[in-house]
């Protein structure tokens, strides 16, 4: 099966399966990380499949980032391929689980394969611009964070804090 196949499927399989409530991890980001990775690992020597399969499902597991159970994705991914994607190969599992549970900024994980390298890359670009900027904001109203600290918006007299400003992360 092709790259684009593999996309198609996978892009059916979460229409069908997967929650579209939370727009800032929606279809639509997966497809903007895969689009980004391609272009990144354009001329290595990177398994596709693991990249695409990895870009297409890191944030299948959506809970906030400060949950304790976030880390669940890269099992969630390995079932979910055995289960409903057969032909998909097995042998290739374990990059595609490392690759999603290193991509995370704040799981702090080095990934250790160039693949996990790429979504990492990719999912990070994707956090950057108009897109970017409008993610970091939504997922902070999920999480209740406040826009700013009131007496010190910029941080000049006191310690950066992201988890309870959200100017703060820039």
């Not at 809970?63 to 099992?75: I, T, V």
């Amino acid at each position: 099966m092709t790259s684009e196949d593999w996309e198609r499927h996978f892009h059916e399989y979460l229409e069908q399966h997967f929650p579209q409530d939370d727009k800032a991890h929606d279809i639509a980001h997966f497809s903007r990380v895969w689009k980004t990775a391609r272009k990144i690992m354009q001329f290595t020597d990177a398994d596709e499949r693991i990249v695409l399969a990895a870009c297409y499902f890191h944030d299948v597991v959506n809970l906030p980032k400060n949950h304790p159970e976030r880390h669940l994705a890269s099992r969630q991914t390995q079932k979910i391929l055995a289960d409903y994607f057969p032909d998909f190969p097995a042998r290739l599992y374990g990059g595609v689980a490392h690759a999603i549970e290193a991509h995370s900024f704040s799981a702090g994980i080095t990934p250790e394969t160039l693949e996990a390298k790429i979504v990492q890359d990719a999912d990070r670009l994707e956090s950057l611009g108009a897109i970017g900027l409008a993610r970091v904001f939504h997922v902070a109203g999920q999480l209740g964070r406040g826009l700013f600290h009131a007496e010190d918006p910029l941080a000049l007299h006191r310690p950066l804090d992201d988890v309870n400003y959200t100017f703060d992360h820039f």
